[in-house]
């Protein structure tokens, strides 16, 4: 991964250094989790720089801070543009963004209501999350011990920073036992997602994924994938899944905006199907770089001109 910087950072409106982009350390969100992000990825495609699925992800943005209670101050318009102006104030072709709307200075009791509501918006160079190779060869992943939020405790529609402290538990754990990710079951034992993908399984042609109740993020890969399993003719069940389909399926893949769609090449050192990437999963690879790098054209409008 290359170094996270770059030249400005959108702060409440206003364009300021990367290195005055600072926070107190007695701020709301450092002590309670209370920060909503998002990650989202601009392509170089042929057209020029494009954002995939701006509005959605600025949708669940603000999704999340409604949960919390947490009003942004801008209209999501308005903070569409502002991810794009930032692009543009860094010169960046393909680019990560990260925008973060956190609870700031004001008080240190547990409810942030008193606290101020502070909007950034960074972007940076970034490239492939599991690795340059995992896109074709797969990746090696394990059963996490620790299982996803039970339902009514941490809301998992949010994408709240808070709620990655169970990501961070389930990528340790799998990282110390060698392996690349970790794949989390929910509160009853069922199929939940990744530390931060969401997960596909493909048996007899059949694509299967978890449904929302299962304590996943409702990810914008797995919609657009979704999108795309049933335009290219495959039945796509969303339903409850028990562990052990993992080990009997022809095919498993992670969708993320960072992992894009990465195959698994191996659950619990059990081989996935023949242990290389799958068909289906090529299938659906293709049908997303080709829109994705502007091969074809932008049939769903997924993507957003940054110049
Ligand atoms: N689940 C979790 C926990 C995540 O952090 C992410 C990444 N945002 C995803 C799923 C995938 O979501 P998306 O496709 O919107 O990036």
Redesign the pocket.
């Known amino acids: 991964m290359s170094e996270i910087r770059a030249e400005k950072v959108w702060h409440n409106g206003e364009l300021i250094d990367w290195d005055d982009a600072r926070i107190h350390v007695v701020s709301h969100s450092v002590h309670y989790g209370t920060a909503w992000f998002e990650?989202i990825r601009c392509y170089k495609t042929s057209r020029g720089s494009e954002v995939f699925r701006l509005p959605e992800?600025i949708r669940?943005l603000y999704d999340s801070c409604r949960i919390y209670r947490t009003e942004i101050p801008y209209s999501r318009e308005a903070f569409q543009e502002a991810a794009l102006q930032t692009i543009r104030a860094n010169n960046l072709e393909a680019c990560y963004i990260r925008p973060i709307v956190l609870r700031g200075l004001g008080a240190i009791g547990v409810s942030p209501r008193p606290t101020k509501v502070e909007s950034y918006i960074m972007v940076w160079e970034w490239g492939k999350y599991l690795g340059e190779e995992a896109l074709e060869k797969g990746v090696k992943v394990c059963t996490s011990s620790w299982n996803r939020a039970a339902p009514n405790t941490f809301p998992t529609i949010a994408?709240a920073a808070g709620?990655y402290l169970n990501?961070v538990l389930v990528k340790m754990e799998a990282e110390v036992r060698g392996y690349d990710e970790g794949i989390a079951l929910d509160a009853h034992g069922l199929i939940s997602?990744?530390?931060?993908?969401?997960l596909f399984l493909v048996r007899d042609n059949v694509i299967y994924t978890s449904q929302l109740v299962h304590a996943?993020?409702p990810?914008?890969?797995?919609d657009s994938v979704l999108t795309l399993a049933a335009e290219l003719g495959y039945t796509v069940k969303e339903q409850a899944l028990p562990r052990e389909m993992l080990y009997l399926c022809d095919e498993i893949f992670f969708?993320?905006?960072?992992c894009e769609i990465t195959p698994i090449r191996s659950v619990d050192d059990r081989p996935v199907g023949a242990g290389v990437r799958g068909p289906v999963t090529e299938a659906l690879q293709e049908a997303f770089f080709e829109i994705v790098e502007g091969r074809v054209p932008d049939r769903h409008r997924w993507l957003t001109p940054v110049r």
């Open positions: 990650g992800h669940r994408k709620n990501s997602e990744g530390s931060g993908e969401n996943i993020l990810g914008i890969t797995r969708t993320g905006t960072a």
